[in-house]
Structures are given as C-alpha cells and as structure tokens.
C-alpha cells in the first residue's frame, strides 16, 4: 500500500513540475521514478532505513537535488526514515513551513544525541524527568550506548563507562516519567509510591539495554511493557505479608477482571458464571476468591503524621488461652486489681466496667480522661493483664522480673 502511495507521489510530483523544473531532462526523471521503484519495493510497512535510501541513491549515481527530493517524497508519503547511519548533510536552503517543495535534511542522530547531552550537563537530574527526548535523540544516544546495536546482557548497563555511561545514563532520567505514569495507576496494592518507583527502575534500565532503534518504535513506546511487567512483578513478591506464586496472583488478576467486566447494575456476577468465563472450576474460583483479598499490614502508616491503621481500630486486646481458676471470685479479682499501679487498675476497670464504672469505655473515651492517644491506652491495658498474669505464675521468673520492672518504671513516670 505505501509502495503504490510512494509511487503515485512521484508520478504527480514529476508530471506538476512547471517553470524552471521542466529543464529537468527525460534522464533525471527516469532516474527518479528508478530509485522510488526501488525504495518502494524494500519498504518495511510504513518505514524505510536510512542505510537503505542510501543505498539505493548510490546504486543509481544520483545527484543532490535528487536525494533531496526523495526525502521530501517519503515525507508526502507518510514514510517514516529510521536514521541508522550517519548522513552528511549537504549545504542547501533551509527549509520553511510555507514552501511545499523545501528539501528535507537528513538529521544525524549521534551529533543531535551529543547536542542533548551537552544540554543535560548544566542541569539538575530531577529537571531531567520533565523534557522529552525527540525521535533522532533516543536513536543517537542508544547508539553511543552500544555502538554495535546488539542488545545488552542482563547487567550490561552497569559495565558501561565514558560517553556510552553517559548516554545511557541519559535515557534512564530522561524516560523516568514512564515509570510515574505506571506508579499512579497501579497504586494501593500493598506497595508505597515510592517502592513502585523503585522497582520500576529495573524494568526501564532493561528497556535501555535490549531497545533496538531500527524496529521504527519509540523507545517509550517499548519501555513501558518492561515497566509495567517490573512494577507488576514486585507488587507480587512483595505486595503481600503471605507471598502468593507469581501464577496465582495472575490467575487472580484474570478472575477480577472478569468480575468487574460481569458485573452488571452493581450486581456482581455467580460463581458459575465466573468459572464459565475463566474456563477454571467452581472449587478454583472459591480458592482464588478465598486468596484475592490482601493481608494488611496494622503498622501500615495512614497519611504523613505517624498514625498507623492500628491506631484507628478499636480492636480488643488478645486473649490468652483460658485458664480455669477454681474458687476465684469478685474479692479475689479485687485483690488483683489491687497489686496494679494505679493507672493499670482503673484503664482496667473502665474498659471492663467493673466498680465503680457500670459502662465499658472505649480506648477513645479512656484516653480523653488521661490526655493520651487510644494507642497509649492499648499498651497500658496489655502491661496490666500481663501483670496479672504474673500474680497467677502463668509466667516465667525472668519474664516475670521483666514485667516487674516495667511496672515500676510506669509507675514513676504516672
């Protein structure tokens, strides 16, 4: 298709040819319609190397003017040139926005590569993020990173020393973006921001290590699976307490999707019908489902203040395993109670609404009474079961003494 487009752009160009371009002898023009036959029969889609357009001018001993309309040609065509060699650009008019037939110069990528980094070296890295790098620029620096175009072995970006380092280094700050734009939308999946930007790090420098400049991509365009696989992989390993197989969380992944692509007016789709769409089994869908919910973490911090998610939860305090205690009744307790320090024995009593308190107290409400956080309120509790544990000798002497003193170093601070 953009063999015939490419052809049917220079018939029209050499037949509209008017004034002065009508000198062009029967010879020129035959040599043109020659070369566009032959580009258009080693065009790769809609894309051509440099080396080849080259090659092909060579074979044909064309002059000048003729490359340079073969350039604007390819243009008028939507024929992208992939700039894989170093072209000499030849002196001729600078080409303007306004004139139809201004000549196309061929750009090189190792001097515009060059030209970046001269540019990068009186700024700050982070400055770096925000600037794009243009198409002739990510070829000219994959280039100086591996001259031979041949991909890097796994670790290869750390071998690299001097200008290649440099370049190298260059496409890592320059495509950081990439890895932003992939942190946002895969936020809240057991993994703070800042680790995801982390682990995506990897990923990007694998992209610069096996990015081939010929395929006609973007090296953004290429980056961003290595990225995403990186940053999908460590949310993972790492993105649960209870670490899952990589093939479980992705069957997991699956089943959500399709969840979500089932549901329908809020209601969610049955079991049946999951395992119909997945093509799993009823007792695979129950174990997935029975593994899809994420263990959180309670000293996971909530906002930038400190606060944990432990801290907003009124939970109770764990029960040790029952001890039956025969002929243990109110005085006793009392008498108990009456071994604590003060403070332990009315945190106490006011969270088991014993006397003089006829109410149970939330941590809340106890703290508001002692000027302290319901996290404080928590650990005084514990100290004085743990206490009361001791009085019974369900603990050890060392733990014991331990507890002991503890209770008199709160005891000083109350």
């Not at 889609?45 to 309309?69: H, N, P």
């Not at 979500?260 to 209601?267: K, N």
Request: proline fraction near 6%; include cysteine.
């Amino acid at each position: 298709m953009f063999g015939e487009r490419l052809l049917s752009v220079g018939r029209s160009s050499v037949g509209g040819l008017k004034g002065d371009t009508m000198s062009h002898t029967a010879t020129t023009n035959h040599a043109l319609q020659s070369v566009l036959e032959s580009l258009a029969a080693r065009l790769d889609g809609a894309s051509i190397k440099r080396s080849v357009v080259e090659d092909v001018l060579r074979s044909a001993g064309c002059a000048a003017s003729v490359r340079r309309q073969v350039d604007r040609l390819l243009v008028e065509a939507d024929i992208s040139v992939l700039e894989d060699i170093v072209v000499p650009v030849e002196p001729g008019p600078i080409a303007r926005s306004d004139d139809e037939h201004s000549p196309v110069l061929a750009v090189d990528p190792i001097d515009a590569a060059r030209r970046r980094l001269k540019l990068d070296r009186s700024r700050p890295p982070r400055r770096l993020a925000k600037i794009l790098l243009k198409p002739e620029e990510e070829v000219g620096l994959t280039l100086l990173a591996r001259p031979d175009s041949e991909p890097l072995e796994p670790g290869g970006f750390a071998e690299l020393s001097g200008e290649a380092k440099e370049a190298a280094d260059a496409m890592l700050l320059h495509n950081m973006g990439l890895i932003h734009s992939v942190a946002q939308r895969l936020g809240g999946q057991g993994l703070e921001y800042d680790d995801l930007v982390a682990s995506g790090i990897p990923g990007l420098v694998r992209a610069i290590e096996k990015f081939d400049p010929y395929r006609g991509l973007k090296f953004s365009t290429y980056a961003m699976h290595w990225v995403r696989q990186s940053i999908g992989r460590a949310i993972d390993d790492e993105g649960r307490l209870v670490r899952l197989p990589v093939y479980v969380c992705a069957s997991i992944r699956a089943l959500k999707s399709a969840q979500e692509r089932l549901t329908v007016d809020g209601r969610p789709p049955s079991w049946a019908a999951l395992a119909k769409e997945c093509r799993i089994t009823l007792e695979k869908v129950e174990e997935l489902l029975r593994l899809a919910p994420a263990v959180v973490s309670l000293d996971s911090p909530v906002g930038n203040d400190g606060v944990t998610l432990g801290d907003l939860l009124d939970r109770p305090i764990a029960h040790h395993e029952p001890v039956e205690v025969r002929g243990f009744d109110a005085d006793d307790l009392e008498v108990l109670l009456g071994d604590l320090v003060p403070r332990e024995e009315d945190v106490l009593r006011r969270r088991h609404g014993l006397r003089p308190y006829d109410d149970k107290a939330t941590l809340d409400e106890i703290g508001q009474v002692y000027g302290v956080t319901r996290e404080r309120v928590r650990q005084i509790e514990s100290k004085a079961i743990t206490n009361i544990r001791v009085h019974l000798g369900l603990e050890s002497p060392k733990v014991r003494r331990k507890r002991q003193w503890e209770s008199a170093a709160l005891a000083e601070s109350a």
